[in-house]
């Protein structure tokens, strides 16, 4: 990123051989294209790559506590562009009070911003580390709890983060899952392949997702945003059915891509509705971050288990059969048999309505001991969800 470009050769590059890559639909992604830029960089027209297709562009704010000598320069002709920015910080610090330091640095210049350019930063604050002084002297967990710190003030200055490496850094020297987990998002150079070929695929050998790619500096550096839709996404939930106990049921959720790739928790919420009585609840899992849109499932909540009261038997060759009343329910199904096991051929069924808390069982054997058990159901969409069974009760006949 410190990389500096001779103006000469530049100037050359921005007029004639800059590649754009457009905001662009293809499967079930699209991408949006950008660039970052700084001291480094001479006479960028931001407003001529944003009429060749760029969207966004990523401005160095300084390193450690030293101001970016274009930094105000920069986000002006950002400004003037109508052009949405973000912005990054170079990181020096070998310990948590220099991060400290240094988020206080990029907390004090923002907020010295117009109003005009406030309004169109819309991209994160990326702390940049990737500086091998400092990887020489720190291990994976320091690097890792000063990106935390930054990251943590600056969001509680209502700031969105970000934490940009390369993929070998985030391999080794960072905790890229545990950022991601923080709801950090990540910002990966890697020159290998083209983000556009490789899709959101996890970074290096971590969990994480890059939610933006840095994939060439041969001219200018250059970014994508990858952003995949939900619905190319699978939501699991930890249960399809639950039993009614009165309370929300709030089944957990996983999600994962095309490749079965588990989605980190930070890129989705999660909402539940119809979640408390008898029927079918609904999840719905709204994303952000890489991922746009939002999908929905289903679980169901079975009635919960009839209390069957005690069993008699008023008149010959009659049962009688009563329960506690369920408000919740569209009926109940009541087996009656002469085994104990409610063997096919010696069980028979009768169904009484959600209003009933009884019937009567009539045209059987005298003197004939019986056993019954009963559930109660729930109708949805003309499919019929079932409780437990009731304990089962036995009497002989009269």
């Given at each position: 990123m410190n990389k500096k470009i001779i103006s000469i050769i530049l100037s050359l590059i921005m007029t004639i051989c800059t590649v754009i890559i457009p905001v662009s639909a293809y499967a079930d992604n699209y991408y949006i294209s950008g660039v970052d830029i700084s001291e480094h960089n001479d006479n960028v027209n931001l407003s001529a790559l944003k009429a060749q297709g760029y969207s966004f562009v990523m401005i160095r704010l300084g390193?450690?506590?030293?101001?970016?000598?274009?930094?105000?320069?920069?986000?002006?002709?950002?400004?003037?562009?109508?052009?949405?920015?973000?912005?990054?910080?170079?990181?020096?610090?070998?310990?948590?009070?220099?991060?400290?330091?240094?988020?206080?640095?990029?907390?004090?210049?923002?907020s010295t911003l117009s109003q005009e350019a406030k309004a169109l930063m819309t991209y994160p604050v990326a702390y940049d580390i990737e500086d091998s002084s400092i990887s020489s002297k720190l291990d994976k967990n320091a690097i890792t709890n000063n990106a935390l710190l930054f990251t943590s003030l600056l969001s509680q200055n209502g700031y969105d983060t970000m934490v940009y490496s390369n993929t070998y850094w985030f391999n080794t020297f960072i905790n890229a899952d545990l950022l991601s987990q923080n709801g950090i998002k990540l910002w990966c150079a890697d020159y290998t392949s083209s983000p556009m070929t490789k899709g959101n695929t996890s970074i290096?050998?971590?969990?994480?997702?890059?939610?933006?790619?840095?994939?060439?500096?041969?001219?200018?550096?250059?970014?994508?945003?990858?952003?995949?839709?939900?619905?190319?996404?699978?939501?699991?939930?930890?249960?399809?059915?639950?039993?009614?106990?009165?309370?929300?049921?709030?089944?957990?959720?996983?999600?994962?891509?095309?490749?079965?790739?588990?989605?980190?928790?930070?890129?989705?919420t999660v909402k539940y509705s119809s979640n408390t009585k008898p029927g079918k609840a609904t999840v719905?899992?709204?994303?952000?971050?890489?991922?746009?849109?939002?999908?929905?499932?289903?679980?169901?909540?079975?009635?919960?288990?009839?209390?069957q009261k005690k069993l008699k038997s008023k008149s010959?060759?009659?049962?009688?059969?009563?329960?506690?009343?369920?408000?919740?329910?569209?009926?109940?199904?009541?087996?009656?048999?002469?085994s104990s096991k409610f063997t096919r051929k010696t069980t028979k069924t009768v169904k009484a309505g959600k209003?009933?808390?009884?019937?009567t069982v009539k045209k059987l054997k005298s003197r004939k001991k019986y056993y019954v058990k009963l559930r109660s159901y729930k109708t949805i969409n003309g499919k019929k969800y079932y409780s437990s069974y009731s304990s089962t009760k036995s009497i002989k006949t009269k």
């Amino acid at each position: 990123m410190n990389k500096k470009i001779i103006s000469i050769i530049l100037s050359l590059i921005m007029t004639i051989c800059t590649v754009i890559i457009p905001v662009s639909a293809y499967a079930d992604n699209y991408y949006i294209s950008g660039v970052d830029i700084s001291e480094h960089n001479d006479n960028v027209n931001l407003s001529a790559l944003k009429a060749q297709g760029y969207s966004f562009v990523m401005i160095r704010l300084g390193y450690f506590n030293h101001l970016d000598n274009k930094f105000y320069e920069n986000v002006q002709n950002a400004v003037n562009a109508g052009m949405n920015f973000g912005v990054y910080l170079y990181s020096y610090a070998f310990n948590s009070a220099e991060a400290q330091t240094e988020a206080q640095f990029a907390i004090n210049a923002l907020s010295t911003l117009s109003q005009e350019a406030k309004a169109l930063m819309t991209y994160p604050v990326a702390y940049d580390i990737e500086d091998s002084s400092i990887s020489s002297k720190l291990d994976k967990n320091a690097i890792t709890n000063n990106a935390l710190l930054f990251t943590s003030l600056l969001s509680q200055n209502g700031y969105d983060t970000m934490v940009y490496s390369n993929t070998y850094w985030f391999n080794t020297f960072i905790n890229a899952d545990l950022l991601s987990q923080n709801g950090i998002k990540l910002w990966c150079a890697d020159y290998t392949s083209s983000p556009m070929t490789k899709g959101n695929t996890s970074i290096g050998n971590t969990n994480s997702f890059a939610y933006m790619w840095q994939y060439s500096d041969s001219q200018i550096d250059q970014n994508v945003i990858l952003m995949t839709d939900a619905q190319s996404l699978t939501v699991k939930l930890s249960k399809s059915s639950v039993t009614y106990n009165g309370k929300a049921q709030k089944p957990s959720v996983t999600v994962y891509n095309q490749s079965g790739q588990k989605i980190p928790a930070a890129y989705y919420t999660v909402k539940y509705s119809s979640n408390t009585k008898p029927g079918k609840a609904t999840v719905k899992v709204d994303f952000n971050g890489i991922f746009f849109g939002s999908k929905t499932a289903n679980f169901i909540i079975k009635p919960k288990k009839p209390t069957q009261k005690k069993l008699k038997s008023k008149s010959k060759k009659q049962l009688n059969v009563s329960w506690k009343k369920d408000k919740n329910v569209s009926g109940y199904e009541i087996k009656y048999s002469t085994s104990s096991k409610f063997t096919r051929k010696t069980t028979k069924t009768v169904k009484a309505g959600k209003k009933s808390t009884g019937v009567t069982v009539k045209k059987l054997k005298s003197r004939k001991k019986y056993y019954v058990k009963l559930r109660s159901y729930k109708t949805i969409n003309g499919k019929k969800y079932y409780s437990s069974y009731s304990s089962t009760k036995s009497i002989k006949t009269k």
